[in-house]
Structure formats: structure tokens, C-alpha cells
């Protein structure tokens, strides 16, 4: 399995000679050559984890492929046909296999409403928890997409995030709000996180890939 990196919050992870993408969204670049794209996961409604434009695109080479995401996105992305997923439940889309935790977007302030927000688990291997630090109890997980820079988001407690899971490997996204030096310093705290179990961390640009 492959998994690559877009621009900020987007993965696209290549199995068998297909495609599973994970929230294609507003800092995310047009996206081409996907080979036989047979599902589309959005985490959350956030405007950076999705758009009409990629999805419109995207359905228009995959003109049947399913939209997973919670009620959230399914009520946003009304529009489009999203099939409803919770924390706990669990898909076959071959050759995937998604398990979805959580429920709930992390806290940005008082002000702005508390979304719904899954975290995806690919095959057993590959996690994502969307904006959240939602730990996927009782799974080792061989490579943790962790969450670097956003709104919500405070190091120390990503750092705790990464502890947590304690994966075999692990990369940053959800970047594109940090400056360069921004995102090597918060890389380099995630990486520390990482060593302190004896795991990875590979600093991934979009485009570049890492396979499990």
C-alpha cells in the first residue's frame, strides 16, 4: 500500500491498482492520474477538507464512486450523494478496509460551532484522525497521519496526540496554515513524539509518498 501526501489534509492511498482518497480540499491543487479511484473519504465539512469543485471533478472521471463522511458532511455536501458513517462503524471498499473513530471536531474556540468529525483507519495500517486527536483505542498503527498546524491545534498537545498512538512511523499534514520554519519546527516536535516509542518520522512535501 501507498500512501501519498497533497497539500495539506489530503491522502491518497494506492492498493491493487486503486484508489482511495482522503479530503481533497480548498489548499489541496487539482488532482489527476488517479487510477481507479473506488472511494472518497471526508473526515469533517471543513472548507479544507473538501470542496464541490474537487468533488465534481473527481465524479466526473468516477462517476459512481462513494463519498463516506459523517452527518456533517453529508448535510453540507447535500448536492452530492454522501453515505453516512460513525464512529464504530466499518466498510469494505476493495481492496480497503475503513474503520471510523471519534465523532467530533476539536474545539477551535466557544464562538464557532463543534462539527462532526471521523478518523479513518485504512487496512489496520494507516491512521488519520481528521481535526481531532481522537486515539483509535486497542490498534497498533503502523503509519499516523498527524495533524501539525491549525486553529485548534496547540504542539504540545499534538506532541501528546503522537504519544498516544505511539505508531511504527509517522508524517505531519494539515500544514498549509504554517509558515516554512513554522512547520520544521512542529515536524521536529513530532518527530520527537514519535522517537519516544521507538517509532518513524518522515517529513513528506505533497507529491511525495511512503509505502507500507
Not at 153 to 159: D, N, R, S, T, V
Not at 187 to 199: E, K, N, S, V
Request: net charge negative; glycine share 8%.
Amino acid at each position: 500500500m501507498r500512501v501519498t501526501k497533497h497539500e495539506h489534509a489530503c491522502l491518497r492511498v494506492e492498493k491493487d491498482g486503486r484508489t482511495l482518497l482522503i479530503d481533497p480540499g480548498s489548499f489541496t491543487l487539482p488532482l489527476s492520474d488517479l487510477g481507479r479511484l473506488v472511494a472518497i473519504v471526508l473526515t469533517h465539512e471543513h472548507a479544507d477538507h473538501w470542496t464541490p469543485e474537487h468533488l465534481t471533478r473527481l465524479r466526473k472521471d468516477a462517476p459512481d464512486v462513494p463519498i463516506y463522511g459523517p452527518a456533517g458532511v453529508a448535510a453540507a455536501a447535500s448536492e452530492f450523494d454522501v453515505t453516512v458513517v460513525s464512529p464504530g462503524d466499518e466498510i469494505v471498499v476493495e481492496p480497503f478496509t475503513l474503520r471510523f473513530f471519534g465523532g467530533r471536531h476539536n474545539v477551535i474556540h466557544s464562538s464557532i460551532p463543534v462539527v462532526d468529525n471521523v478518523g479513518v483507519l485504512v487496512d489496520d495500517e494507516l491512521y488519520y484522525p481528521g481535526d481531532s486527536y481522537t486515539v483509535p483505542e486497542g490498534v497498533e498503527v503502523n503509519l499516523l497521519a498527524a495533524p501539525v498546524g491549525a486553529p485548534w491545534l496547540k504542539i504540545g498537545e499534538a506532541m501528546d496526540f503522537v504519544l498516544a498512538v505511539a505508531p511504527r512511523r509517522a508524517f505531519a499534514v494539515h500544514d498549509m496554515t504554517l509558515s516554512r520554519s513554522g512547520l520544521e519546527m512542529g515536524r521536529g516536535r513530532l518527530a520527537w513524539a514519535a522517537a519516544q516509542h521507538g517509532g518513524e518520522f518522515t517529513a513528506l512535501e505533497p507529491g511525495e509518498s511512503i509505502d507500507i
